[in-house]
């Protein structure tokens, strides 16, 4: 077998290992291992390799910031400042019809400002907000739904993981790709509350009312979710301004958001015991496939395959968009089975170089950003389609009367939301990148 | 029903992860002191030499650290689609296939760990700033790779019991 062949082979076997349920990054380890001793030919380069590549990747100072980020997010969610973002969140909305939903999704969005992972969003917002939901009168499919799409808000609106770790694969500027994802974030959020309007109407007695709050109320309850704002300001209006670096501003953000925890009480001894284990859990879960994705990656680049490849979509006289679209598609349907973080290591070293050598009338780096933020939204999708939607699972386990079909069910109509608004970042490319324009 | 052995296990695996956590808890308030002395430089403070070295170091130290316990709360990520229906036992089987080979990755991760840092102690490679020893990291992050692959040979004899006993594995995912 030629090198080249080596690389198409491994992908296959690695989808079967990885569907027989080897832990993914333990799937990308060993296929890259054997590949890499394939491909050259000797066990030396390989061997030579593994006794710097876990100590060089796992103390990467740009890496460091993803143990920060979620060491942040775990004090947030210890902090008492998801119940603050709903109770205004819900006094300013929640008297419309829908009104609690919509609340529920704005306060997830608030919440992803000081987090960076869907999952914490979704558990941390559906215990505040589901006994909330439920109580004036939403349908099981409407409360689970709306949370595990809030969920998302998470991982789009910055600070975020994923979008750290592409930057990385790519080279890009991290404080460029939060700035991209910005405005899209919002569009979401506003998008998920105009879905709730429209299913709230087509499916009436899916949602209760709830009395309008007086504006004192609403002035008071604005106030308490003065933390967030701070927080969020300092973190990515640091990093903008270049006072510090992403990764200074994660430990500024996770110092603030631990003070915040600190005060309310929800940072004692044993709290702070749970909050560790937590970020070392998803922490050793992240760099175990972060570590498996550089060696796949490192015998990827020895087969040469990415080259190869993006040379041959280069050649072919297809339109750029139905290349774009093809690789939406493969995101969408792998996205049903894979998680987001996975997904974009193990596919990120293949697609940028095809994406990179087309030409969608955007310059480099902002065909970066752009891509980037699409890419990321639809891996979101991921979360929130059946059968394997982990948001979906996260929202539906606090809700023990509602079956999960139910919760399917609810998610759907934001599935579409998400699709319209694919569309239309696509379509307009100012809308992710005019931010960036703006301010650079 | 749980065994002494499994409770050692989580203990070792928790202190590991604490002692990650600590690491971890030092990075960011040495970033924080280390920003604040830059801001106030006129005041004739500065920032803390080599901070940067020291995130590297202490980011390696408490990523390692933090795997054992990922492994033993069974937090990889995997996709269960297809075996979902197969029954406790087969899956069973599985994790323990799984879990071997996870164990043989971690052992030749520790191993290739271990002959790295001897590399690095017999260069004399120090950090830029600092001119602390290289391999100094590499020992402490040696720590983490061992216990890794403890915890690994353990979760291999779990997935076996679990597979003869018939109870349903606990499913955790990731958080």
Not at chain 2, 114 to 142: C, H, N, V
Request: with cysteine; aromatic share 10%; proline share 5%.
């Amino acid at each position: 077998m030629t090198s080249l062949e080596l690389g198409v082979w491994s992908f296959p076997l690695l989808l079967g290992m990885i569907f027989l349920r080897i832990p993914i990054g333990l799937a990308m380890l060993m296929v890259g291992f054997f590949g890499t001793w394939l491909v050259t030919g000797s066990w030396t380069p390989i061997l030579a390799q593994m006794k710097s590549l876990t100590y060089d990747t796992f103390s990467s100072y740009s890496l460091s910031i993803v143990p920060l980020f979620l060491l942040m997010g775990q004090f947030a969610t210890r902090g008492g400042m998801s119940q603050a973002l709903f109770k205004a969140a819900e006094t300013w909305l929640g008297h419309r019809k829908g009104g609690v939903a919509m609340a529920a999704v704005g306060a997830c969005a608030g919440f992803g400002a000081i987090c960076g992972s869907s999952l914490a969003t979704a558990a941390t917002m559906g215990q505040v907000a589901l006994p909330e939901l439920r109580r004036y009168g939403y349908s099981g499919a409407l409360a689970t739904g709306c949370l595990a799409a809030g969920g998302t808000l998470g991982i789009l609106i910055p600070p975020s993981v994923v979008l750290v770790i592409y930057a990385i694969l790519t080279e890009q500027n991290i404080i460029k790709l939060f700035m991209a994802a910005m405005v899209p974030g919002v569009l979401a959020a506003l998008g998920y509350m105009i879905t709730i309007a429209v299913y709230v109407r087509l499916k009436p007695g899916s949602a209760g009312q709830r009395a309008r709050a007086g504006y004192r109320e609403r002035l008071g309850a604005l106030v308490a979710v003065w933390p967030v704002l701070v927080i969020f300001t300092l973190v990515i209006g640091g990093i903008y301004a270049g006072f510090f670096t992403p990764t200074e501003g994660a430990a500024v953000g996770a110092a603030g958001t631990g003070l915040v925890a600190l005060f309310n009480g929800g940072l004692t001894w044993r709290g702070l015991g749970e909050a560790i284990t937590g970020t070392a859990i998803s922490t050793g879960m992240i760099f175990f496939i972060v570590l498996g994705a550089a060696v796949y990656n490192g015998f990827l680049a020895f087969s040469q395959l990415p080259q190869e490849t993006a040379n041959m979509v280069a050649n072919m006289a297809v339109s750029p968009w139905l290349v774009l679209l093809v690789i939406l598609l493969c995101y969408l349907v792998f996205g049903c089975v894979m998680d987001s973080l996975s997904m974009i290591l193990l596919t990120i070293p293949i697609f940028f170089p095809i994406v990179a050598v087309l030409d969608f009338g955007l310059p480099g780096e902002e065909m970066a950003l752009w891509f980037g933020v699409i890419v990321l939204i639809v891996v979101e999708v991921g979360l929130i389609t059946p059968p394997v939607g982990m948001n979906l699972f996260v929202i539906n386990s606090m809700a023990p009367d509602v079956p999960l079909v139910r919760t399917y069910s609810g998610a759907l109509p934001f599935v579409l939301s998400d699709i319209i608004r694919i569309a239309i970042l696509i379509a307009f490319p100012v809308i992710t990148l005019g931010l960036v324009r703006l301010l650079y | 029903m749980r065994s002494g052995l499994d409770r050692l296990i989580e203990r070792i695996a928790f202190w590991t992860a604490m002692a990650g956590g600590a690491a971890l808890v030092v990075v960011l308030l040495l970033t924080v002191v280390s920003i604040v002395g830059r801001s106030l430089i006129f005041a004739g403070l500065g920032p803390i030499p080599g901070d940067f070295e020291l995130v590297e170091a202490g980011t390696a130290f408490a990523v390692l650290a933090f795997l054992p316990i990922c492994q033993f709360h069974r937090g990889h990520v995997t996709v269960d689609l297809f075996l979902s229906r197969a029954g406790r036992r087969p899956n069973a089987l599985i994790d323990a296939a799984a879990n071997l080979l996870m164990t043989a990755a971690a052992a030749v991760l520790t191993w290739r760990l271990f002959l790295g840092m001897l590399d690095k102690r017999s260069y004399g490679e120090t950090t830029f700033i600092l001119q602390f020893p290289i391999w100094w990291s590499y020992a402490a992050a040696l720590l983490g790779a061992a216990v890794f692959t403890l915890v690994c040979a353990y979760t291999v004899l779990r997935s076996l019991v679990e597979s003869r006993a018939g109870q349903p594995a606990p499913k955790t995912g990731p958080r």
